[in-house]
């Protein structure tokens, strides 16, 4: 069965850069793609990007210029960061993997909250 | 801009079927031909109940079920169950993207 726990941080200062990372077990990261996506409270889905197995990203517009995902093999882990964090940027943070664009396994996400 | 459009909210009584729509619109003509559906119910992480418009994943009740016309895909819940009150986003993709509905808040009455 496969398992996604992210972690990090709960509490962000404005313009800080936020570091999340992902870690799965019961599988390889390798061979699969995998999202990132947030959920402010009270509000919907967003998309904020994928990467790639062939090591390709791609990121949603709206954020593009200040998402980085990047993946660790040797630890099984996806990592997030988000620089110039500001309080919209409050929500809850998950990681799922995708196959053939479904998000078919999702961790159990984590709050982060921007506030000086 | 791409988007996928739901209804803020549906409601049903227990044992009727309802249906939720997601349609799809696309400035650049993106045709998002598979759907799948989440299912969220508060406080918890979004779990996937259909994909690829009409499949559904081992250990999900075939209560749900999956459909697509031109650009509409639907989702349907037979039989409601009070543990169906939760939200439902639809979900589909590009080649770089991925895009999400705004939700729906089911209420089971």
């Known amino acids: 069965q496969v398992q996604l726990q992210e972690s990090g941080p709960g509490l962000v200062k404005p313009s800080e850069t936020l570091s999340l990372t992902c870690t799965v077990s019961?599988?390889?990261?390798?061979?699969?793609?995998w999202n990132w996506i947030r959920q402010p409270p009270g509000k919907g889905l967003e998309w904020i990007g994928i990467?790639?197995?062939?090591?390709?990203?791609s990121y949603n517009p709206s954020l593009e210029s200040r998402v980085t995902i990047s993946e660790d093999w040797s630890k099984n882990q996806v990592s997030l960061k988000l620089t110039s964090m500001t309080p919209a940027d409050t929500a809850v943070y998950y990681c799922?993997?995708?196959?053939?664009?479904?998000?078919?396994?999702w961790g159990q996400g984590i709050l982060v909250t921007v506030s000086s | 801009q791409s988007a996928l459009t739901q209804p803020a909210s549906v409601s049903g009584s227990p044992g009727q079927s309802i249906t939720i729509s997601c349609t799809g619109t696309?400035?650049?003509?993106?045709?998002?031909?598979?759907v799948s559906w989440l299912q969220q119910h508060p406080g918890k992480a979004p779990k996937l109940i259909v994909y690829?418009?009409?499949k559904r994943p081992s250990g999900v009740s075939d209560r749900f079920s999956g459909s697509k016309s031109a650009n509409t895909a639907s989702l349907t819940i037979s039989g409601l169950q009070a543990e169906d009150e939760a939200d439902y986003y639809c979900?589909?993709?590009?080649?770089?993207?991925?895009?999400f509905g705004g939700g729906t808040k089911l209420t089971v009455l």
């Open positions: 799922a993997r995708d196959r053939k664009g479904t998000s078919d396994y």
């Open positions: 019961g599988d390889s990261i390798s061979g699969f793609y």
């Open positions: 990467h790639f197995f062939s090591g390709r990203t």
């Open positions: 696309s400035s650049d003509g993106t045709d998002y031909s598979y």
């Open positions: 690829d418009t009409h």
């Open positions: 979900s589909s993709y590009t080649s770089t993207s991925r895009v």
